[in-house]
């Protein structure tokens, strides 16, 4: 690679950080965080060293499903702002070095959108242009309940219209109905709204739910069901000739095999990016196990992509914890370990915790987490709040228990809101994760801190572009199946990680080879020059975490 690359693909050098706008700061103290809010913390997120936003949805909406129940792609919530407060807050962040990606939520509208509206009120396409906007079919679907994304909301994903007699398709909630994405009108609006916000200046997307782009045919007679990729090749397409720079990040949690078709193959004409579902569950599976074989075998499954691709990691998200591609008993390994209790757990398939509680609180083991997520080669991503380790609101229903107010100081409601405590859009997390134990105020300039640490990371990550763009090889060591030795190398540079995922302390040796006879050997966390070695001995406190970056002697890369 040329270090020219990371500024033209500038999404594999990258950190994203994922927020809500309605829980992250209150400007005008009624309860919701809004535009403003997130406006006057856009340095703080500059100063942590992330270098894209990705904003959950902020378009109008009942919210009735947390804002992914979207009646209008091209506003902004009222309750959040407007759009003249969303073009000063874009401009903001790219001031400050910082790119934004939007929710794409193009599955379903909710059952209030004008369009579905109309497209109940008759059943005729030839006299209704708005009915085949949405999936519906006259005949009875019969048991369908082992599709159903949400099996405590849902029994079926179809539901019978009082209106018109007939059911219409929602592989989520009922007042979420699917639109029929191979229905030229509908694609021609939903790139219209896409064309609007990168007018507006946004960077790309991060889109939602596209393992359910594949719809069931709705009228009898009909074979064949929607086809997800192209519609992704048209929504591709119209980004690149609309911004060339642009980026698309998919949620698709589907085996290695289906994930490459959705990056275009070959053709990487498709996602530029698709979150790693598998190696994340693999990992709660090592931690589980303090036992990194679980998490080798994800890393080396995953199937090579066009250099223009790439994985997003992550240790968590906005929605549950899922484990769905575990077994069933290694699912239950992971919540005995991590999330016991029937109360975190939810779907049956999947936990509601973040992940300090989930790890006992124990500095040394959410370090070492982190440590693993930003050394994996990928492209890492922040949930709003783990930068200083928040927790979960368990009393909350479902995935609402991690969609806490962001915690900013110890005074009242975290600093996130001067409105009384019944007037907040979610309820601040209690308990020793509450703001009087964890916020940013007492973080900041606390140099032992989760959030000194993470920001450190971060500041590591951009100086090596081998983190992003690195060849990953799994070294042999002689230490415990415990410890991960993973090795990221570039021409002629490379980084050298080392995580113990285990309590006991180990000592072990890797090799250091490719770099001549006298390699020049940094340790990236404590600055120090080690003495060239062609293997190296390491000694690793329980949960301990080494960096190492590699080079032949003489070459003067930095650091």
């Known amino acids: 690679m040329r270090i020219t690359d990371t500024s033209d693909l500038w999404w594999k050098s990258a950190v994203l950080y994922c927020l809500d706008v309605e829980t992250f700061l209150d400007a005008d103290g009624d309860g919701v965080g809004d535009l403003e809010g997130l406006a006057r913390r856009i340095d703080y997120l500059a100063d942590l060293g992330v270098t894209c936003l990705w904003l959950m949805p902020f378009y ?22 407007d759009l003249g407060r969303l073009v000063e807050l874009v401009r903001l962040a790219h001031d400050r070095g910082l790119r934004i990606i939007a929710d794409l939520v ?38 369908t309940s082992d599709q159903v994304v949400f099996p405590d909301q849902e029994d079926s994903i179809w539901t019978k219209d009082d209106k018109t007699g007939e059911w219409y398709l ?73 911004r060339g720079d642009a980026m698309t990040l998919g949620e698709v949690n589907l085996p290695h095999e289906e994930q490459l078709a959705f990056f275009g193959g070959e053709s990487a004409d498709e996602f530029h990016m698709q979150f790693d579902f598998i190696g994340m569950q693999a990992t709660y599976l090592s931690m589980a196990r303090q036992d990194a074989r679980p998490l080798i075998t994800a890393l080396e499954a995953r199937p090579a992509l066009h250099r223009t691709n790439q994985w997003a990691t992550f240790l968590r ?7 769905d591609k575990l077994t069933e008993a290694e699912r239950q390994e992971v919540f005995e370990a991590f999330g016991p209790e029937e109360r975190m757990q939810v779907y049956d398939r999947g936990l509601k915790r973040r992940l300090p509680p989930m790890l006992g609180g124990d500095p040394r083991r959410v370090r070492m987490a982190y440590s693993l997520l930003f050394s994996l080669p990928g492209t890492p991503t922040l949930y709003y709040g783990e930068e200083i380790g928040m927790g979960e609101d368990l009393a909350a229903e479902g995935r609402m228990a991690v969609r806490t107010p962001m915690q900013w100081s110890a005074t009242k409601n975290g600093g996130f809101s001067s409105a009384p405590p019944s007037r907040l ?45 690195g060849e990953l090889s799994i070294l042999e060591h ?18 050298i990680a080392l995580h113990n995922l285990g309590a006991d302390p180990v000592t072990l040796t890797v090799p250091v080879e490719g770099f001549g006879e006298d390699p020049r050997v940094v340790d990236l966390l404590t600055h120090e020059v ?28 930095v650091p």
């Open 530 to 557: 080690l003495d060239p070695a062609t293997r190296l001995s390491s000694s690793l406190e329980g949960y301990g975490v080494r960096w190492l970056r590699v080079r032949p002697a003489g070459d003067l890369a």
């Open 106 to 143: 193009v599955n379903h509208t909710s059952d209030q959108h004008p369009w579905f509206r109309r497209s109940r009120a008759e059943k005729d396409p030839a006299r209704n242009p708005y009915r085949d906007y949405y999936v519906w079919r006259a005949d009875d679907p019969g048991d």
């Open 425 to 469: 859009v979610q309820a601040v997390v209690g308990d020793g994760y509450g703001p009087e134990h964890v916020n940013v105020m007492d973080q900041l300039h606390d140099p032992d801190s989760l959030l000194s640490w993470i920001r450190g990371l971060i500041k590591i990550r951009h100086a090596c572009p081998e983190l992003g763009w």
């Open 170 to 242: 929602h592989h989520f909630y009922r007042h979420q109905p699917d639109l029929n994405l191979d229905h030229p009108d509908v694609v021609a609006e939903l790139l219209r709204a896409v064309g609007f916000w990168l007018q507006l200046g946004f960077d790309g997307f991060r889109v939602d739910g596209v393992p359910f782009f594949a719809q069931e045919p709705g009228k009898e007679g009909e074979d064949d069901t929607v086809d997800p990729h192209a519609f992704m090749k048209k929504l591709r397409d119209f980004i690149q000739l609309r």
């Open 478 to 495: 002689d230490g415990p199946h415990a410890v991960l030795a993973h090795r990221l190398e570039l021409e002629t540079t490379a980084i």
């Open 317 to 323: 998200n906005h929605d549950e914890l899922t484990l």
């Open 60 to 81: 109008p909406s009942p919210d009735r499903d947390d804002g992914y129940d979207v009646k209008d792609y091209l506003g902004v919530d009222e309750r959040l702002g």
